[in-house]
């Protein structure tokens, strides 16, 4: 099914030749779909309050087509069937022309596959990595219609691997939760990391939500492991942690991108994760970058720049917002076939923040291109939505997620070279 539109053809035209102007009294609405609680809860709430920080710096901006840009936001309960639910909801009955979410894959695809691609829906997903997104675009299930920003766990995986690898170890334990994206990523970090030397004493899955993992971990310590590569989320990663170190597990932690997270290390004690370290999808810092670590925590309450999302998520509203005002109607055929062009390489380049935001408006209604540079760097979607980029790497130290380096793009694709 497609979108009905709207906003009138007219009122279309005239807010373009007015986008400098103050908003109009009516709404432009986006659904989210994000992991307001459940174990991924931390995530959604960074990621919904950078989005409302997006559309609030565009609306300052003077809005799109006219009207303000407001969200229609939803709790996935970090189950994919509530989402496919609530995104059931917003597409069929609140008639949205987009889709903000999931945060984790384990929402994302069934939303995809259920609700937004066979709808027509534009989808455009913060923090879901797992490969089954890059595969569906390539098999033709997505209909162009999907995009991220964030890097594919094809990528992450080889990136811990080298990461781990740089770092002298030689053996690792898995325990990865069971879902597509603890499946997908300890599968391309098990092929990367046996490729470069690397030895891994065992796998095991867990499911989420149980009061205690001692069986899981006791079937991890088999094989002696000299670190314990921990693929979850902070609620579950700590009750594994806490029973890894009570029953004798070497305090050698790697930890996944989701894991950078203050109630992660507050829950398992900062004693025991001192020294812990990690990847996450990295940044090439722009004025969007300073711009939002600036300001970033004084408009979500206190929720820390770095949370995991939040960055990513900022620039996926800020693209939405963008390609709606450049598409001249709320329609997701037209928002999806200008989703690239505000990120045009030849564009003039657009930063972070109302005033930018200013600017890009008046270039669009010039018809001028543009090139949104985010803040996780610029931004450049292939043909089925994925991004490349860099890879941030950071330790525990002291309680607090410090960044030791950065693993180029470059580096990663080399890296890559070493398990074909």
Known sequence: MKMLKTLSLASAVTALSAAGALAQDCDVTVGLVLELTGPAGAYGQ???????????????AGGVLGCKLVTDTRDSQSQGNVAVDQATQLVNIKGVPVVIGGIISSVSV?????????????????????PTLTALGREGKTGGYFFRTITSD????????????????????LIHVNNDFGVNLMREFSAAFTAMGGTITSTTPYNENQPNYA??????????PETLYLISYPVDGATIARAWISQGGPQKFLLNDGMNSTDFIEAVGAQYLEGAFGT??????????????DNYADFSGGIEPSAPAADRSYDAGAIVGLAIAKAGVAESDAIRDSIRAVVDPAGTPIYAGPEEFKKALDLIAAGEPIKYEGVIGPVAFDDVGDI?????????EGGEVMTTGQMSTEEVAEAMTQIK
């Open 215 to 224: 069986s899981e971990v006791t079937s991890a310590m088999g094989g002696d």
């Open 388 to 396: 490349s980029g860099p890879f941030r790497l950071w330790k525990i």
């Open 110 to 130: 069934p939303v995809l596959t259920s609700v937004t691609a066979p709808a027509g829906v534009v989808q455009v997903s913060p923090a879901s990595s797992s």
């Open 280 to 293: 996450s999808s990295g940044t090439t810092e722009t004025q969007s970058t300073t711009y939002f670590y």
């Open 154 to 173: 094809a990528l992450q995986g080889v990136a811990a691997a080298k990461y781990a690898r740089d770092q002298g170890l030689d053996n690792m334990a």
């Open 46 to 60: 960074a990621g919904a309050k950078s989005i409302e920080m997006a559309f609030r710096d565009l609306n300052e």
